[in-house]
């Protein structure tokens, strides 16, 4: 029988720079064919935009699969098994395949995935990626303030302070093989030590963390773990190991689509300023900038954003502004369409 088909599962909270990782991976990695399967919360595909753009000859287009609106972990019968079968049926199959979830995904019910006969015969899980958004941590976004628990406990016996938030980032550091604690750059000495500190009560095994800027991190370190984490699901606890199936109900998307913006500079700011008012998790997209022949790639993580020309429009192609909205459930919808709208 021949060896199986090492994967590579990659997770991580909306906008802790998976994809950064990835495309590092992809250009640095020569020794072997590899195939990316990208999921992604929301309907506008803008990983897999950013994953083709790389053009890396050891993973032609054929060999990146998108699966966008969805949980891998949840439609494993509908997406994930035909998308393997399709990519093991290629006359040059992958000799890796790296999985990239989407930022609201929980990773162990895609690593039983993996324990599929159909599935199992052919692939291992060669370890799972948790990619960790160092600043994000020290700004306290995956705790609870503690003290105001306490004040609202005072008032009443029966508020619930379930923190969805914090048990997606438990959940992906629980059934971490490697952590890749990124976006070190934006912390100063103190926050550093405290968001290690984190990482380390935040994982129940001995677990390596690899510190890097902008995702970059060495390919042998990450591709050859040889975890095969299909048999040790026992060892990742699971918020959810008493639920027969999750679902994503605290949290929602939808698209806004806008008009054309008249500067870079002006749309990230107002992109800033509705993700502050509204507490928004997560916007990304591409958006049309008056007189620029380049289409702009935004990606913001709460009001941090990030901007860049990344390709011409092709000839053509529909100019549009269409941006992907993530947040907790009871966005004000109406209130952020309306402000994306103000020109």
Do not use: Y
């Not at 054929?62 to 997406?79: F, R």
């Not at 994503?248 to 800033?272: C, K, N, T, W, Y």
Request: with cysteine; net charge negative.
């Amino acid at each position: 029988m021949s060896a199986k088909i090492p994967a590579t599962i990659i997770t991580g909270f909306l906008g802790a720079g998976k994809t950064t990782l990835i495309r590092h991976l992809l250009e640095t990695t020569r020794d072997r064919r590899l195939a990316l399967i990208i999921n992604e919360f929301g309907d506008v595909g803008v990983d897999g935009e950013i994953l083709r753009a790389c053009g890396v000859e050891n993973c032609p287009e054929e060999n990146i699969v998108e699966l966008a609106n969805g949980c891998l972990c949840c439609t494993v019968a509908d997406d994930f098994a035909p998308a393997i079968e399709a990519l093991l049926a290629h006359d040059n199959p992958p000799e890796h395949i790296i999985i990239e979830t989407s930022g609201l995904a929980l990773p162990k019910p895609l690593v039983k995935a993996f324990d599929w006969p159909a599935i199992r015969s052919r692939l291992t899980v060669d370890g799972v990626i948790a990619v960790v958004d160092g600043r994000a941590v020290a700004e306290g976004r995956f705790a609870d303030d503690l003290e105001a628990i306490a004040a609202e406990r005072a008032q009443t016996e029966t508020i619930d302070h379930d923190n969805p938030l914090e048990e997606v980032f438990e959940d992906q550091l629980a059934c971490a093989d490697l952590i890749v604690l990124n976006k070190i750059d934006l912390l100063d000495a103190d926050e550093d030590a405290a968001v290690m500190a984190t990482l380390a009560n935040g994982t129940p095994r001995g677990v390596k963390v690899l510190r890097a800027r902008h995702g970059a991190v060495d390919s042998r370190a990450a591709l050859g773990l040889s975890a095969a984490a299909e048999d040790d699901l026992a060892n990742r606890p699971s918020h959810h190991d008493a639920l027969d199936e999750h679902d994503h109900e605290d949290f929602e998307s939808f698209v806004v689509e806008i008009a054309a913006a008249q500067d870079a500079a002006g749309l990230v700011a107002r992109l800033a300023e509705v993700s502050a008012a509204h507490d928004v998790l997560r916007i990304k997209g591409f958006a049309e900038v008056v007189g620029k022949p380049m289409r702009l790639l935004v990606q913001g993580v709460g009001p941090r954003f990030q901007h860049q020309f990344d390709r011409p429009w092709g000839l053509g192609e529909r100019r549009s502004s269409r941006l992907v909205v993530i947040g907790r459930k009871g966005l004000d919808r109406e209130a952020i369409v309306a402000a994306l709208a103000t020109r």
